[in-house]
């Protein structure tokens, strides 16, 4: 077996080379090494084991002191890792992030919270508001990314806070997704050599005024938005990305004069309550990882204005499914929308993009077309192109929520033979969207 290899640096090529292109060094020697080197020379460096005599790693975690951010996190923050925190300015990152540092330091943790927005008597005023002052919760104020590493570097605590990404990432105004990225790397890369955990907070807007932090959602291990209407108190935290857990949890909070308090028991929220039956309301029992949340939705089919094209808007739902579900109901239940004006929305900000929400959705289009209230309806079930309702899975979990909540009906799929009549709830089947009209006068 032939290699060649450089008489200057000794770098070695089984292939010739006029030239050693580490050194410029001209004319390769020719060398003859026996097959068992060459071998030996490839053996790689990493070790090859059996899966079976492997052990998972215990992944530790350090719980925020709020249940329903540990939940969203998948149990709480792994030590090491890089959590982008994204919302709109103003919606309440900084208080809730301040809250859990302060949680956590309580644990015995070290805490180290860098504000590149506020001054450290700024952060302090916060501080006494939400009641964060802690021994073990420093902090720093500065817009220099370089520094706010070196200061954690320092202090080498359990977690870092960088308030905010832009504010590291740009002195003055402005900047660009590449400078957010550069700074986020650094920050990213010190967590991954120290094990302090990070939580980076990013603004973002819904219209993407602001989408800097979306280019570093590839580098962070986790990603949470912090979502709310800013007119309601209620506030939602949601994973779009997680290395350690699902993404299809959802943590509830309530923004306080003191800060954000949990809403451990949620079940209500998406509902508008206390408000009279009214055509165009029904209510779906949509899941949100393991919990499953009822929510109000709302419809209006309303005459087209004369000399108008037809309007179509939604909020909280997917505006293509929508349209398919009108196309069916017009289709299978000869309830003509077209030519009609057709609003839905959902309640306090929910959404909901699953298939179990569609018998919903048509049913409060129904009821608004036919002016016809469902009170106390709620409904679960797919609609198919065919308009067949279709069955949907975590059936038990979505009528033991809707029994808790006090409906008195629950319309599903007639295909789900198995199920039972539960309580008080009586249980209206259907076949397909030209049924559901009987439950319309
Ligand atoms: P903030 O955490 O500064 O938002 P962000 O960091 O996402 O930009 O929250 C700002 C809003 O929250 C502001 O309008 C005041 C309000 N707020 C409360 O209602 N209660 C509180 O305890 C605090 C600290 C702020
Ligand atoms: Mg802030």
Not at 335 to 359: C, N, Q, V
Not at 397 to 419: C, H, I, N, S, W
Request: proline letters at 5%.
């Amino acid at each position: 077996m032939k290699k060649w290899s450089c008489a200057r640096c000794g770098w070695e090529s089984s292939k010739w080379y006029g030239r050693c292109p580490e050194c410029g060094n001209w004319n390769l020697e020719e060398k003859e090494v026996s097959a068992a080197q060459g071998k030996a020379q490839a053996q790689p460096s990493c070790q090859v084991l059996p899966s079976t005599s492997l052990q998972a790693q215990k992944e530790e975690r350090i719980p925020t002191g709020f249940g329903e951010l540990d939940r969203v996190l998948g149990g709480g923050i792994v030590p090491g890792s890089a959590i982008l925190l994204a919302g709109e300015p103003g919606i309440g990152k900084s208080t809730i992030l301040l809250q859990a540092s302060s949680r956590i330091s309580r644990q015995g943790r070290k805490v180290l919270y860098v504000s590149a927005e506020e001054s450290c008597s700024q952060v302090a005023a916060r501080m006494e508001r939400v009641k964060a002052f802690s021994p073990s919760l420093f902090v720093t104020s500065t817009r220099d990314v370089d520094e706010a590493v070196a200061a954690a570097e320092k202090l080498s605590p359990d977690l870092a806070v960088f308030d905010s990404i832009q504010a590291l990432s740009f002195p003055g105004s402005g900047g660009s997704a590449s400078q957010i990225r550069e700074a986020s790397s650094k920050i990213i890369e010190f967590s991954k050599r120290s094990g302090t955990a990070s939580l980076i907070v990013g603004h973002v807007t819904k219209d993407g005024a602001i989408a800097g932090p979306r280019t570093m959602e590839h580098l962070v291990d986790v990603v949470c938005q912090f979502e709310g209407e800013m007119h309601t108190s209620l506030r939602i935290v949601r994973s779009v990305k997680n290395r350690f857990g699902s993404t299809d949890e959802i943590g509830c909070f309530e923004m306080k004069g003191e800060g954000v308090e949990e809403v451990t028991d949620p079940y209500g929220i998406f509902l508008a309550r206390g408000e009279s039956p009214a055509p165009g309301k029904c209510v779906a029992l949509a899941m949100e990882g393991k919990r499953c949340l009822p929510l109000e939705i709302e419809a209006l089919c309303a005459p087209r204005l004369r000399g108008e094209s037809s309007q179509r808007a939604v909020n909280g739902l997917d505006y293509s499914r929508v349209a398919m579900i009108a196309a069916a109901l017009q289709q299978h239940a000869k309830i003509y929308l077209s030519g009609r004006d057709l609003y839905l929305s959902t309640i306090a900000g929910a959404k909901t993009r699953e298939p179990a929400s569609d018998l919903a959705i048509a049913l409060a289009l129904a009821s608004s077309f036919k002016n016809s209230p469902l009170p106390g309806v709620a409904a679960i079930g797919e609609v198919s192109l065919t308009g067949r309702i279709r069955p949907v899975g975590m059936m038990e979990q979505r009528l033991e929520t809707a029994e808790r909540m006090g409906f008195k009906a629950a319309v599903v799929p007639a295909a789900q033979k198995d199920l039972k009549e539960r309580g008080e709830i009586s249980l209206f089947r259907v076949d397909n969207l030209n049924d559901i009209l009987q439950l319309l006068r």
